[in-house]
C-alpha cells in the first residue's frame, strides 16, 4: 500500500553542467502528471511523462527540473531573411512617417529573431544525465509514499479489526431478532384472536416475516467483504491500484450495514451497526489518499 503523497529531490553536476529534480504529489482520482522543464528539454517531457505513468496508478504528480550550463557550448547565427525583412519594413515606415535616415545597429539589435542562439549540446547527452537522475529522485520520492502507505495500512487495519468485531456482536444477536419477530408476531395474533390462535396461520405469517427481516445474508455478504478486504490487502505486493479496489469493497459493506440497520429493532445491533458505519468513514478517509 503506497500513499498518494510524496516528495524527492536529487542534483547532478558535472563541469559542464548542474541539474536539480523536485518530485512531489498528492492525492487525486486519477494519474495527472505536471511536468516544468528549461525550454532547452522541452522534447525529453513525453519521456519523463512515460518514465512516471509506468509506476503509478494515480494521483496529481508535479515535476520541477531546473538546469545551468557551466560551460556554454552555443553557435550564433545572423538569420538574414528576417533582417532583410526587418529593413524593408522600416524603410516603408520611414517613407510612410516622411522620416529620413537609415537605422542603426542598436535599433535592429532590439528586434526580435535577428540573432539565432542554438546549443550545441545534443539532447540525447541531457537525456543521458537525467534519466539517472530521474530514477534515483523518483527512487527516494517513492520511498516516503510507501512508508506513509505503512502507517495509512496500520490504521486501516485497525479499523478493519473493529468492524470485524462489531458483524461479530450482530451475528451473536441475531437469534434475539428472530425471536423478537416471533414473539411480537404471536402478541398481534393474541390481541386479535385471543385464544384461538391459528398455529398453522402464525407458522406461515412468522415465515415470511422472517424472509423479510432475518439479516443472515446480509451477515454471510459483510462476511465475505471483510474476506476480500483482507485478501487484496494481502496480495497486493507492490501496492499500486488497490485504493479503489478497497474503496469498492467499502461501498459494499456500507450498504450491507445500512441493510441490516433498517432491518432490526435491536439496540445492540444498531449500536454495533453505528461503528461499522463509523470505522467504514474512517477507512473511506484514509483511502482517498492512497493509490
Not at 42 to 64: C, K
Not at 138 to 162: C, N, P, S, Y
Request: charged residues 30%; glycine residues 6%.
Amino acid at each position: 500500500m503506497k500513499s498518494m503523497t510524496g516528495f524527492g529531490y536529487g542534483e547532478y553536476q558535472d563541469e559542464n553542467v548542474q541539474l536539480s529534480l523536485e518530485l512531489k504529489s498528492y492525492n487525486n482520482r486519477y494519474l495527472d502528471i505536471s511536468i516544468n522543464l528549461p525550454p532547452a528539454l522541452g522534447p525529453l517531457e513525453q519521456r519523463i511523462r512515460d518514465y512516471i505513468a509506468d509506476r503509478m496508478v494515480r494521483g496529481h504528480i508535479d515535476l520541477y527540473l531546473k538546469m545551468r550550463d557551466l560551460q556554454d557550448d552555443v553557435r550564433v547565427s545572423l538569420d538574414r531573411g528576417v533582417v532583410n525583412g526587418y529593413l524593408a519594413a522600416l524603410k516603408e515606415l520611414a517613407l510612410l512617417a516622411g522620416i529620413s535616415g537609415k537605422p542603426n545597429l542598436s535599433d535592429l539589435l532590439t528586434l526580435d529573431g535577428i540573432l539565432l542562439v542554438e546549443k550545441r549540446r545534443d539532447i540525447e547527452e541531457y537525456w543521458k544525465l537525467l534519466e539517472p537522475l530521474l530514477a534515483s529522485t523518483f527512487t527516494d520520492f517513492d520511498a516516503t509514499r510507501t512508508r506513509e502507505g505503512l502507517t495509512t495500512r496500520a490504521d486501516i487495519e485497525e479499523q478493519l479489526t473493529r468492524i470485524e468485531r462489531n458483524v461479530a456482536e450482530i451475528a451473536g444477536r441475531a437469534p434475539e431478532l428472530e425471536a423478537q419477530i416471533k414473539s411480537s408476531l404471536r402478541e398481534r395474533f393474541a390481541e386479535v384472536l385471543g385464544n384461538n390462535i391459528d398455529e398453522q396461520r402464525l407458522y406461515t405469517e412468522t415465515a415470511v416475516l422472517l424472509v423479510r427481516y432475518s439479516i443472515n445474508e446480509e451477515l454471510v455478504r459483510m462476511r465475505a467483504h471483510l474476506s476480500g478486504f483482507r485478501q487484496i490487502l494481502a496480495s497486493s505486493t507492490d501496492g499500486k491500484g488497490i485504493g479503489k479496489k478497497l474503496d469498492f469493497v467499502c461501498q459494499e459493506l456500507n450498504r450491507e450495514i445500512n441493510t441490516t440497520g433498517s432491518k432490526s429493532t435491536i439496540v445492540e445491533i444498531n449500536q454495533a451497526g453505528i461503528e461499522v458505519k463509523d470505522a467504514l468513514e474512517n477507512i473511506r478517509e484514509q483511502l482517498r489518499n492512497v493509490e
